[in-house]
């Protein structure tokens, strides 16, 4: 068992009267306001014009940047340094769904630098300072309300790199339910797997950990499972929004890891193929989790499937454990594939075998995801071909 | 469900090679530092002396203030303002069990008024700013090296009031299982009562609440019964306590209420027992607990007993519900009275009768408890009486 440091200091306001305190919090770090915020699905939602209305009543300086796109282009954050360079932000308010979360991120740190925001991935420059940020996740899925991570893509270099810091933990983050009353199916379920995924990627491990981390992810995931079904057929029931949202925050904000050290594995595959095809991540992570967790079963590391199959998927702990553990890939296939009704192969996608060789040599760095198994670039190979 | 609000901005070192870390961390708000103590247990297990070291080698200068006793009374606190007011201290560093723990940050927050620290519970006097604190518990039962909660008794009054306020958090704990691995059987034991009450004080409403968090309960209460039986038979054992640490944070750190608004009912009831008779506080909630649940077993409450007894205890759900609500009382009084070994009547501890009609009076403040079920003075008193 190792030694780690938990800290997350993010204030999170939960609930659905809670935007009132924006403008307070706001006021904490200065006048001037950078709002970013994407397609304008918000405006959609009443809640552009809620933000205005409560930013302008603190007597606030507003400037905005919209248009940031899912899987967050290096561009997007390149526009949102030079407006806090030049109109000396105090302070940026996100709002919207992962990626604008994550672009306005690395907004803060590059406005405190004078190098290009790409150096952050690509020369792994320091992240040393940033201007303070403060969300409203529009979104339950990739918790970057609560954690200092970040997820960017260049599109010139075909690349999608993820990086975090302390000093990019957002501020404040005000979790309203009913602000993803209007994520559509297809989101709604994607966004699912994202929860399930950040979960899955600690809980499967073989190094010895912290027992009572497994219960809390244990029931992390069976709340995944019992809400995601409900907020498809009633988008608006807030019990079942509201639980999906809790539970995305505290599925990737340090809570969970409790010093496990292991690097995770669908994540990084995935990046690969969001940043060639421009697919959603959370589907991206459906296709690959299944068939990794059936290439790494195996007789050392059995055990976990059978503890997830049975606390998880309330599997009788009678059946032998090797059954169990391929029983509990089934389930959680069939939570992916049926339940939440995503397409269920790489073919019905677009994503073709002629990439494997690159994607997949890029996904382990030319070298060995030292995960829950180690994958090395004919492992990932051999992952992809089984989603075919 | 309520609106809440969420934030822990606590720092946390957890494991056993942590504590050099400490002496970087005090410095960072002064140099001026008042160690505070218990009866001399930390100069047994030798962690006196280490932090002595870590605390000379960055140059600190160090005041101590020794002989905080269980139900740590309001004269110690007396004796910490005074020194941090005399010796212009920066920072106090809290080593010991919750009581150190709890009179030191009255300590931190009397510093910085002019008035009586007793004022703070007698006349409910602002609490608006501390000293800082940095903890290092020993003990895994009151969590208070990750809230900013606080107990003191006044013995002349015969009062014992518990009071909290965000300024009050730690800035930093220093988590090492180690810590705990001298704690004795009945400390174990009662330590670990102390942490299924944080938890079931919670757990046990009617108002709607996260699912989420319900199975984070579970999760936590599963761990406790896992691990202090273990703790218990293997003293070192540092998984065991290990789990029971970092479980004790856990259940009383804000997270798992969760916008609930409901009082407490066995924490009041509990602090008139030990206010009069100086029981350690863990064995009185584990005489009350069972006693209390059974007592508020309805037609109205059995749902949340029959959730508790299918997913803690693992009692076959095909029981019918009041049969699984009360076999799930007897399974927590059994791992109370049975598998912690602790004492299970009022009688074997000396409480008496005499004293049930003014304790339940002042338990619920002349009033009502406004907990899972309203509790006056006769219902606390009935309560009572069920223990002897």
Excluded at 81 to 110: F, N, R
Excluded at 242 to 266: P, Q, R
Excluded at 270 to 280: G, Q
Excluded at 287 to 310: A, M
Aim: aromatic share 10%; net charge negative.
């Amino acid at each position: 068992m190792n030694d780690f440091i938990y800290h997350n200091p993010v204030k999170v306001y939960f609930g659905k009267d809670q935007l009132c305190h924006v403008g307070e919090e706001l006021s904490k770090f200065g006048k001037r306001v950078l709002l970013t915020y994407g397609g304008g699905s918000i405006k959609k939602i009443g809640l552009y014009d809620k933000v205005k209305s409560e930013v302008k009543k603190s007597g606030l300086e507003l400037f905005e940047l919209s248009g940031i796109q899912p899987n967050p282009r290096i561009d997007s954050v390149r526009k949102g340094v030079q407006i806090c360079k030049d109109k000396k932000i105090d302070v940026l308010l996100a709002v919207g769904g992962g990626s604008t979360l994550d672009a306005t991120k690395y907004m803060a740190a590059g406005a405190c630098v004078d190098f290009d925001p790409w150096d952050f991935f690509s020369k792994w420059a320091p992240i040393e300072k940033a201007l303070p940020v403060i969300t409203i996740p529009t979104l339950a899925a990739t918790g970057s309300e609560m954690n200092g991570g970040g997820v960017i893509s260049n599109p010139e270099t075909k690349e999608k790199i993820g990086r975090g810091s302390e000093v990019l933990l957002p501020k404040v983050s005000f979790l309203d339910p009913t602000n993803t009353f209007t994520v559509n199916s297809y989101h709604t379920a994607c966004g699912s797997v994202d929860i399930m995924s950040h979960i899955i990627e600690v809980y499967f491990t073989t190094e010895p950990d912290l027992h009572m981390l497994d219960t809390i992810m244990e029931g992390l995931m069976r709340t995944v499972i019992k809400y995601a079904p409900i907020a498809l057929k009633e988008p608006d029931n807030y019990e079942a929004r509201a639980n999906l949202m809790w539970t995305s925050s505290w599925a990737i904000n340090g809570f969970i890891d409790g010093g496990k050290k292991h690097e995770w594995s669908c994540h990084p595959m995935e990046h690969e193929l969001s940043a060639i095809y421009d697919i959603i991540h959370g589907h991206g992570l459906a296709l690959l989790t299944p068939r990794w967790l059936e290439y790494c079963l195996d007789e050392n590391t059995v055990e976990k499937y059978y503890q997830f199959g049975t606390n998880v998927f309330d599997i009788d702990p009678n059946i032998d454990t090797m059954n169990v553990a391929k029983k509990s890939i089934e389930m959680l296939a069939d939570f992916f594939f049926n339940t939440l009704g995503l397409e269920d192969t790489f073919s019905k996608v677009g994503i073709q075998e002629k990439d494997f060789s690159f994607m997949a040599k890029r996904a382990c760095g030319g070298g060995t995801i030292k995960g829950f198994k180690p994958l090395g670039q004919k492992d990932i190979e051999e992952i992809f071909r089984m989603c075919l």
